[in-house]
């Protein structure tokens, strides 16, 4: 009767051992040495005399489930497996083994998600850490910092998103993968799920400039005969750019076509704006743009935008003057809102952003009540009004934008 038992006990482990190794997606070799490492801990914490340059090892049947202690001297080794492994032994084997095994499927989830650094994957809000948005991407969780987040978007329980998998990072923690709503490279991989040519290769998006949540303006081409680039992306009726759009949240779009040439490149980065006359230096990257005085708050954008994202698509850093010769704006690219043009303190800068204070204009016409912002400084006060008296932004004009626009013979498409 005592035979039958044992036997069972024996057959039952290797079952559960079998078991875990399948259900966990682990190696069963690894479970092994996890047990064999829980059964040395266990035995040390039984018999507490024992030091640590006392070297024990432990040995496991994975057939049998039989395990033994022994305590190596140089090349001996004695048995010392104490009769009848007590509970609390089995309850510290438990407990570590529950832990390797943990740290097991961790280190597989891992594993698995480095090989798709770089892709897109659906995911779904489980929590909020903070200002962190945890989310389920499918065999694990990913973290989305603050950073990584589009502006204006709300990130709701249970909501589904399609992120960029950006990165795999060492945190307290310990390795977490980290996914992005923010990164310009999202809007390409998402393109190139909806466009077949851009998944294939016949259109090639040469460059990305996005200020993530609000617009994104983006340069394709195409090498192959009888491809529009631009028109492949919009797709007919602007189905395929709509479907971007919807998953970036109404994102605006512009896609222009590349081309080598840094004047035309440019005059198409600042679209709508028209008849435009550019003036370039190839050695220091700098662009001076001629605006007709009734296209100068189009070529500018609402705070700046629409030439802060051109500056970034063509890398060079742009003056725009209207044709009475007034300097209207400089951009380098680098701005994040158009008060980054004034150099500000960080903490002024800050002051100023979470206020609402981001363009020009803005400042212009509220200098009164930004003068009494606390953290405001009277020499920053100097600063900010010597750079609108260079500047003079003109007030934005509200223009009605097109929703969709098909591929014309015309380079840009905005919507």
């Given at each position: 009767?005592?035979?039958?038992q044992?036997?069972?006990t024996r057959?039952?482990?290797?079952?559960?051992l079998?078991?875990?190794?399948t259900?966990?997606?682990?190696?069963?070799?690894l479970?092994?040495?996890?047990?064999?490492?829980a059964?040395?801990?266990?035995?040390?914490?039984?018999?507490?005399?024992?030091?640590?340059?006392?070297v024990?090892i432990?040995?496991?049947?994975?057939l049998?489930?039989?395990?033994k202690?022994?305590?190596?001297?140089g090349?001996?080794?004695?048995?010392?497996?104490?009769?009848?492994?007590?509970r609390?032994?089995?309850?510290?084997?438990?407990q570590?083994?529950l832990?390797?095994?943990?740290?097991?499927?961790?280190?597989a989830?891992?594993?698995?998600?480095?090989?798709k650094?770089?892709t897109?994957?659906?995911?779904m809000?489980?929590r909020?850490?903070g200002k962190n948005?945890?989310?389920?991407?499918?065999k694990?969780?990913a973290?989305m910092?603050p950073?990584?987040?589009?502006r204006g978007?709300?990130?709701?329980?249970n909501t589904?998103?399609?992120?960029?998998?950006?990165?795999?990072?060492?945190?307290?923690?310990?390795k977490?993968?980290?996914v992005?709503r923010?990164?310009?490279?999202?809007?390409k991989?998402?393109?190139?799920?909806?466009?077949?040519?851009?998944?294939?290769?016949a259109?090639?998006v040469?460059?990305?400039?996005r200020?993530?949540g609000?617009?994104t303006?983006?340069?394709v081409?195409?090498s192959?005969?009888?491809?529009d680039?631009?028109?492949s992306?919009?797709?007919?009726?602007g189905?395929?750019?709509?479907?971007v759009?919807?998953?970036?949240?109404?994102?605006?779009?512009?896609?222009?076509?590349y081309t080598?040439?840094?004047k035309?490149?440019i005059?198409?980065?600042l679209a709508?704006?028209?008849n435009?006359q550019?003036?370039?230096?190839d050695?220091?990257?700098?662009a001076?743009?001629?605006?007709?005085?009734d296209?100068?708050?189009?070529?500018?954008?609402?705070g700046?935008?629409?030439?802060?994202?051109a500056?970034?698509?063509?890398?060079?850093?742009i003056t725009?003057?209207?044709q009475?010769?007034?300097?209207?704006?400089?951009?380098t690219?680098d701005?994040e809102?158009?008060?980054?043009q004034l150099?500000?303190?960080?903490?002024?800068?800050?002051?100023l952003v979470?206020k609402g204070?981001?363009?020009?204009?803005?400042?212009?016409?509220?200098?009164t009540e930004?003068e009494?912002l606390?953290?405001v400084?009277?020499?920053?006060?100097?600063?900010?009004?010597?750079?609108?008296?260079?500047?003079q932004?003109?007030?934005?004009?509200?223009?009605?934008?097109?929703?969709?626009?098909?591929?014309t013979?015309?380079?840009?498409?905005?919507?």
């Amino acid at each position: 009767m005592a035979t039958t038992q044992h036997s069972q006990t024996r057959s039952d482990f290797s079952i559960a051992l079998n078991q875990i190794a399948t259900e966990r997606n682990i190696d069963a070799a690894l479970v092994l040495s996890s047990i064999e490492e829980a059964i040395v801990a266990a035995y040390r914490k039984d018999n507490p005399t024992t030091t640590e340059e006392d070297v024990f090892i432990a040995e496991i049947d994975a057939l049998t489930g039989e395990a033994k202690v022994f305590k190596t001297v140089g090349e001996e080794r004695t048995n010392v497996t104490p009769a009848g492994f007590g509970r609390i032994a089995a309850q510290t084997a438990k407990q570590v083994i529950l832990q390797k095994v943990r740290e097991a499927e961790r280190d597989a989830v891992i594993k698995h998600y480095t090989t798709k650094i770089g892709t897109i994957v659906t995911g779904m809000v489980l929590r909020h850490d903070g200002k962190n948005v945890i989310m389920d991407i499918g065999k694990g969780q990913a973290y989305m910092p603050p950073e990584e987040q589009m502006r204006g978007e709300f990130y709701r329980l249970n909501t589904r998103l399609t992120v960029y998998i950006a990165d795999i990072r060492e945190t307290l923690r310990g390795k977490t993968i980290i996914v992005s709503r923010a990164a310009k490279e999202l809007v390409k991989e998402l393109f190139a799920r909806e466009v077949p040519e851009v998944s294939s290769g016949a259109v090639e998006v040469k460059a990305i400039a996005r200020e993530a949540g609000i617009r994104t303006k983006l340069a394709v081409f195409s090498s192959q005969a009888g491809v529009d680039p631009v028109g492949s992306c919009v797709g007919q009726k602007g189905v395929r750019v709509q479907e971007v759009i919807k998953e970036l949240n109404n994102e605006k779009i512009d896609i222009i076509q590349y081309t080598d040439d840094p004047k035309m490149l440019i005059e198409q980065a600042l679209a709508p704006a028209e008849n435009l006359q550019v003036e370039i230096d190839d050695k220091k990257k700098v662009a001076v743009v001629t605006v007709p005085d009734d296209q100068v708050s189009l070529a500018i954008g609402r705070g700046g935008q629409n030439a802060r994202l051109a500056a970034k698509l063509t890398g060079y850093k742009i003056t725009i003057k209207s044709q009475t010769g007034v300097q209207a704006a400089t951009v380098t690219g680098d701005e994040e809102f158009e008060i980054d043009q004034l150099s500000l303190k960080p903490a002024v800068r800050a002051l100023l952003v979470e206020k609402g204070y981001t363009s020009l204009y803005q400042l212009r016409d509220h200098l009164t009540e930004v003068e009494t912002l606390g953290g405001v400084g009277p020499k920053a006060m100097v600063a900010i009004k010597a750079a609108l008296m260079i500047s003079q932004p003109p007030r934005p004009v509200v223009t009605m934008e097109p929703i969709v626009a098909t591929p014309t013979a015309d380079l840009v498409t905005s919507i």
